[in-house]
């Protein structure tokens, strides 16, 4: 019975969310600390190809069914890389020092990851209280 978790694969995906929005976190951070950096170009880390790849690699899956032609799906194979994909942002310069970092952009990005990081994080914790009430009202 090799794969199937007590967790579920709920908890796992949601880890592995909060793990990709923290490499995007540090990914805008790092623009972020180079904004004064001449010739700097601000990298990007798109979280869906990310999620993607972890499920494409084998590690989850999702048993989803589209009800609304409006629903996102997660479509074929994009990628064989493992690696993270950290592209760049928009060809603009900002700057007349040919840096491309938006400031406002970047802060903009930073805080909806933020967000969506902590949502993942609350789901988390909900998922992580339903378990242990399970186990400790289960002996009773």
Known sequence: ???????????????????IRSKIHDTITSNIANINTPNYKCKNMDFQKEFNK?????????????????????????????????????????????NNVDIDKEMAKLSKNQLLYNVDSQILVKELKILKDVITQGGR
């Open 1 to 19: 019975m090799s794969g199937i978790s007590i967790f579920g694969n709920q908890i796992n995906l949601l880890s592995r969310s909060m793990d």
């Open 54 to 98: 972890y499920l494409e690699n084998g590690h989850e899956s999702l048993d989803l069914t589209v009800t609304n032609k409006r629903h996102f799906k997660i479509s074929g194979k994009e990628s064989d890389n493992s690696q993270e994909d950290i592209g760049g942002c928009e060809n603009i310069v900002v700057g007349n020092d040919k």
